[in-house]
């Protein structure tokens, strides 16, 4: 048992969270590489708060181009005990409407060539992902969501694809054929990494557009996202700021905590040391057992 250190992933549109108090940018290094920015460190009540701006302050960065692996690696670092990351999507759902929040709890990953692990040869690991995100901090979002006042539904497929291109009709269409409700570029391979640093993580995707399924009407490009991104924006700061102010002082157990008790397969005696020395944060608590 112990306080929340809650790490707080903007996405398109959600730069910065009014309210957090003694706050201050933080740069910490990652043997990943360079993360998309600084952190921004700081308290909501009894709750610590490091808010990493996804794309970068400014929308430097491309989905393909993230270094997702330094991102967890640094919230890892600075002590991050939950994530909640929160993502424009598109919709590929007719009542998912523009300006409505949807809570994901299962992703089809479309990405191709982005690393997806922090393990591999010399320390092989395979944690379970049947249910990607965590039930508790899933939850609380979405009432956080609905005290923010956006129209939110509670489970919902994402599609993750490669980008930067927006997607094809055929595609939109065949993605919707498999039951995907929503549609982005950075949930993935972020839930995925997330889970081997044993961190628990939900996604609020902010539904800026319909894609480009919907007949006779315009597909989607940045001048849509745009003009809907101010108004999610608005709605995410207060989702965020009601989670925290709400969480309960205590943090209980997760086991997701844990979940690389399970994970590990390498034996000891062929363990790559070089590897080992990089997952000093993110499995630093497995390995030492």
Known sequence: MGGWTIGIIGGSGLYDVEGIEDGEWIS???PWGKPSD????????HVRVVFLPRHGRGHRISPSDLNVRANIDVLKRLGVTDVLAVSSVGSLAEERAPGTFTIADQFIDRTKGRPS????????????????????????????????????HVGGTYLAMEGPQFSTRAESNLYRSWGCDIIGMTGMPEAKLAREAELPYALVGMVTDYDCWREGEE????????????????????????????????????????????ALITAPNARDPHLLRKLDAVAGRALSN
């Open 28 to 30: 910490t290094e990652s």
């Open 38 to 45: 600084d952190c921004f460190v700081g308290w909501v009540g």
């Open 117 to 152: 692990s922090f393990f591999g040869a010399g320390m092989v690991a395979h944690v379970s992902m049947a249910d990607p995100v965590c039930p508790r901090l899933s939850a609380l979002a979405a009432d956080a969501a609905k005290a923010a006042g956006a129209t939110t």
């Open 219 to 262: 597909a989607v490009d940045v001048a849509t996202v745009i003009a809907q991104l101010g108004t999610n924006a608005d709605k995410a700061r207060k989702l965020v700021m009601h989670l925290l102010r709400n969480l309960p002082e205590e943090r209980p157990a997760s086991p997701i905590d844990t979940c690389l008790d399970y």
